[in-house]
Structures are given as C-alpha cells and as structure tokens.
C-alpha cells in the first residue's frame, strides 16, 4: 500500500492482486494507434489490480474495490500461476483503521468484474461489502451490466444503494 496526502485528504493506493493479460482485450482504440501509445497490445502482461481509498476527516471514498480472489475463481485465465495471493482489500483496510461501515462513498469506474468484485460479499447470500456505502457508476456502465452475462449481475443485486452519474 502506498499513500500520498493532498491537503485534508490522504490518497491510498492497494494492489489487491496482478493478472495477466492483452492490453489488446482492454483498450479500445484504432489499431493503427494501439502501437504508438501502448507497445505491444497483444503481448501477455502482468497488470496489477488496484483499489483507491481517499480519506478525509469522517469522510471516505474508494474507487474499485477488487476483490483478486473472488475475480479469479470466475476468471482463472488471468491469473498468476503460483501466485501467493495478496491480503484482501478488506484485511488492507482494516491495517489502515478503516473498517467497511467506514466508508461513504464507492466508485466503480468501469464494470470489469476486477474493478467491482469487492462491492458485494457471498456468504450463502450476497450483502453489500460497505453497508453505509452509496456506489456510484455511470449510467451506461450499469445498463450495460444488467446485459452482461458475466459475473457482472452481483453489482446489481447488492442491497447497497446504487447511484449513477452521466
């Protein structure tokens, strides 16, 4: 985990896990673009997952909650052979002193199930990771979502609020 502090606020950044994968399957851009930006897109590369908590005082934001283990058993083909798995985002919040009713507000900017698996947790029933927490995406994103067949419709079904914004 690393941290900066900005003012009041103090940004925390978590690697929850690393995959590996195509920039190829990522980005959407024009292919004669893709090499001039980006090198080789069709190489495998490991990326690290990531989560950010912006913490002010009484007030908490976090952006992405990934959750490595829950994505990998939906998607194994990302993962790391012989990975020793990190601490969950949970278990990395908790060494900061931010328990999950802590948070106010997740951000979920794209509905990749990486970038979202920790907004719900599975115990028999799906209940939301951070109760107090309102979740924010974008409207497209999560209309898109209600399509997908992906382990996607668990940002859907959690009883957290779910908000949008264009």
């Known amino acids: 985990m690393q941290s900066l502090n900005v003012g009041d606020a103090r940004v925390s950044i978590f690697n929850v896990g690393d995959l590996n994968f195509k920039l190829s399957e990522a980005v959407n851009a024009p292919e004669s673009e893709q090499r001039d930006y980006f090198g ?80 719900t947790t599975t115990n028999g029933e799906i209940f939301p990771t951070f109760p107090n927490a309102r979740v924010i995406s974008s409207v497209e994103r999560i209309s898109r979502t209600l399509r997908c067949r992906r382990p996607c419709w668990i940002l859907t079904r959690t009883r957290a609020k779910l908000s949008a914004f264009c």
């Open 40 to 119: 080789d897109l069709h190489r495998i590369n490991q990326v690290p997952c990531q989560s950010v908590l912006i913490s002010m005082p009484n007030f908490n934001v976090l952006v992405d909650p990934g959750d490595h283990a829950r994505f990998l058993r939906s998607s194994p083909e990302y993962g790391i052979p012989n990975e020793k798995l990190r601490p969950s985002l949970v278990d990395q919040l908790s060494e900061m002193k931010v328990s999950c009713e802590l948070v106010n507000y997740v951000v979920v900017t794209h509905t990749h199930f990486d970038h979202y698996a920790g907004v």
